[in-house]
């Protein structure tokens, strides 16, 4: 199964003055697309071009770095386009959603410092994430193109931290980008799918 670009969810001037067109471009159609040329390369030269994205990052994991690298970032990619939506981000989550935060997470103000935090702290190139495992809810971070897949959990949030996903509207202010993107990006229905997937 090839790797694909997908098309971004909605025209790139939609998110606004959150993320920047300047910034989708570079990040959809040049970040992602060399993630997508280069993973469907390796994958072919490793013998797994006819695995889904989801099975070739498991499979390559601490086993082929290159390989590894690049699936994983295509498929961050494919979600976090999916997770941003113009007039998205705030704290009204959709009641299973809703419920599951206050449980697990302390509430809504809980997981936006810990979830802003995991993203601030992240050292260099990584993610900040939301996760149901074991059944509950969990925030964690990761390096580079890393996320929970490979940890045993089901990521239904998450959030680049690479300086290509904020740079050219905060500078070096990402701890501003990270509070634009939960109060104002986040798309809470995107991740209630993902959520009632990942409990099912």
Same mark, same amino acid.
């Given at each position: 199964?090839?790797?694909?670009?997908?098309?971004?969810?909605?025209?790139?001037?939609?998110?606004?003055?959150?993320?920047?067109? @300047? =910034?989708? @471009?570079?990040?959809?159609?040049? !970040?992602?697309?060399?993630? %997508?040329?280069?993973?469907?390369? &390796?994958?072919?030269?490793?013998?797994?071009?006819? &695995?889904?994205?989801?099975?070739?990052?498991?499979?390559?994991?601490?086993?082929?770095?290159? &390989?590894?690298?690049?699936?994983?970032? !295509?498929?961050?990619? $494919?979600?976090? #386009?999916? #997770?941003?939506?113009?007039?998205?981000?705030?704290?009204? *989550?959709?009641?299973?959603?809703?419920?599951?935060?206050?449980?697990? *997470?302390?509430?809504?103000?809980?997981?936006?410092?810990?979830?802003?935090?995991?993203? =601030?702290?992240?050292?260099?190139?990584? #993610?900040? #994430?939301?996760?149901?495992?074991?059944?509950?809810?969990? $925030?964690?971070? =990761?390096?580079?193109?890393?996320?929970?897949?490979? !940890?045993?959990?089901?990521?239904?949030?998450?959030?680049?931290?690479?300086?290509?996903?904020?740079?050219?509207?905060? /500078?070096?202010? /990402?701890?501003?980008?990270? @509070?634009?993107?939960?109060?104002?990006?986040?798309?809470?229905?995107? %991740?209630?799918?993902?959520?009632?997937?990942?409990?099912?």
């Amino acid at each position: 199964m090839a790797f694909e670009l997908p098309a971004l969810p909605y025209d790139y001037e939609a998110l606004q003055p959150y993320m920047s067109k @300047e =910034t989708l @471009e570079y990040h959809h159609d040049k !970040h992602h697309k060399a993630y %997508v040329d280069n993973g469907n390369k &390796l994958a072919a030269e490793a013998g797994m071009g006819d &695995l889904s994205v989801e099975e070739v990052v498991k499979q390559s994991f601490s086993k082929n770095a290159g &390989l590894f690298n690049n699936a994983a970032q !295509h498929y961050n990619h $494919i979600h976090f #386009w999916k #997770w941003m939506k113009k007039g998205g981000g705030g704290n009204k *989550l959709p009641g299973a959603l809703q419920k599951a935060v206050d449980a697990d *997470l302390g509430g809504y103000d809980k997981f936006k410092a810990d979830f802003i935090a995991a993203g =601030t702290t992240q050292f260099g190139s990584g #993610w900040a #994430w939301l996760s149901v495992k074991d059944g509950k809810l969990a $925030i964690s971070k =990761t390096p580079n193109g890393e996320n929970p897949l490979v !940890h045993g959990a089901s990521p239904i949030l998450g959030v680049d931290v690479w300086e290509h996903s904020y740079y050219i509207d905060y /500078r070096n202010a /990402r701890p501003k980008y990270l @509070e634009a993107f939960v109060d104002s990006l986040i798309n809470w229905d995107y %991740v209630l799918e993902l959520y009632e997937k990942a409990k099912s």
